[in-house]
């Protein structure tokens, strides 16, 4: 008895402590997170359907079949119940074909890779992991931040990630969506907030010691806020170039925000094609890449000609 009091104290302390949790995965801030939440909670739910009849059953038929319970029915020479089979056929059956059907048209409708449908033009953002902060380069404005992603309120965004260290994964849980981030690689997430705060992104894969600190802070701002943030980013006094770059990558934690006025062109080509050599067989080396008459390379990676475009 005393055993079971607790076990109910334990239960009970823990859900007081998980009721002060922010549980940000169901309190979503952007279309695409609020589609996520809404597709844990049907699948859960399905889930349920089977579970918790189960778990009722069993402590029903423990009590009812109890060895001091004289009257319950007993019939050894049963054989079978075609309503009982009905059930437990039935009921599965249906609910992996409901599942089936939410699993293929979510596997598409939430693919990472597939461009928000917006009125609003999309805003492109470069995001590379180093060891271990988070830089952001804005293509379209030449400019550059560590460790703040700042993003339009109701503007769908483009990302282009890749990593210039360990792989890691790339995650704001109020906006949904995570994506690997791999060296010499380039992953697509397109997101969008809908809602103005400022939102916790995380590195979701252990990426090394600086892994528990390896955060960022994304500013979801109205569109004059935005112009405000982009205009105090261009008074910055650094540049980002091959030399800051190469002090900016060395292995550092809880690194401050910081930002960059302007952008050397082709950075983040440059810094995913540091990584052309893992893979020798299928490259050239870039000094020998080819180039059309608009100065766009045209050798062996069509995706990255593609991107300069």
Not at 178 to 183: E, H, K
Not at 217 to 243: G, H, I, M, Y
Not at 290 to 303: A, E, F, I, L, W
Request: glycine share 6%.
């Amino acid at each position: 008895m005393k055993r079971t009091i607790g076990y109910c104290l334990v239960y009970l302390a823990t859900s007081f402590l998980l009721a002060g949790c922010n549980l940000i995965i169901f309190n979503p801030k952007g279309a695409v997170a609020r589609d996520e939440r809404d597709l844990i909670i049907l699948a859960t739910g399905l889930m349920l359907l089977v579970v918790v009849p189960v778990i009722v059953m069993t402590f029903v038929f423990a009590y009812r079949y109890r060895a001091t319970n004289k009257k319950a029915r007993y019939s050894p020479r049963w054989a079978s119940s075609h309503k009982i089979e009905a059930v437990v056929w039935g009921v599965p059956f249906v609910i992996i074909c409901l599942l089936g059907w939410v699993t293929w048209v979510t596997t598409h409708t939430l693919d990472p890779y597939r461009p928000l449908d917006s009125d609003v033009p999309h805003m492109n953002v470069q995001v590379v992991a180093t060891d271990w902060k988070w830089l952001f380069i804005y293509p379209d404005l030449g400019i550059a931040s560590v460790n703040e992603l700042a993003m339009p309120v109701n503007t769908p965004v483009s990302f282009t990630v890749t990593s210039d260290a360990a792989m890691t994964s790339f995650f704001i849980p109020a906006l949904g969506g995570q994506i690997y981030a791999m060296a010499g690689m380039q992953t697509k997430l397109h997101l969008i907030a809908n809602e103005v705060g400022e939102f916790r992104g995380i590195a979701a894969n252990y990426n090394g010691e600086g892994f528990s600190d390896m955060h960022f802070s994304t500013l979801s701002l109205n569109p004059s806020d935005f112009e405000q943030w982009v205009a105090k980013v261009r008074k910055a006094p650094q540049r980002l170039d091959q030399a800051s770059y190469a002090a900016l990558a060395k292995p550092s934690t809880r690194h401050p925000v910081s930002y960059y006025s302007q952008v050397q062109e082709r950075m983040f080509l440059d810094i995913v094609d540091k990584y052309e050599g893992m893979n020798k067989a299928n490259r050239t080396p870039r000094s020998q890449a080819q180039r059309d008459g608009t100065g766009v390379r045209t050798d062996h990676q069509p995706g990255l000609a593609a991107e300069e475009r």
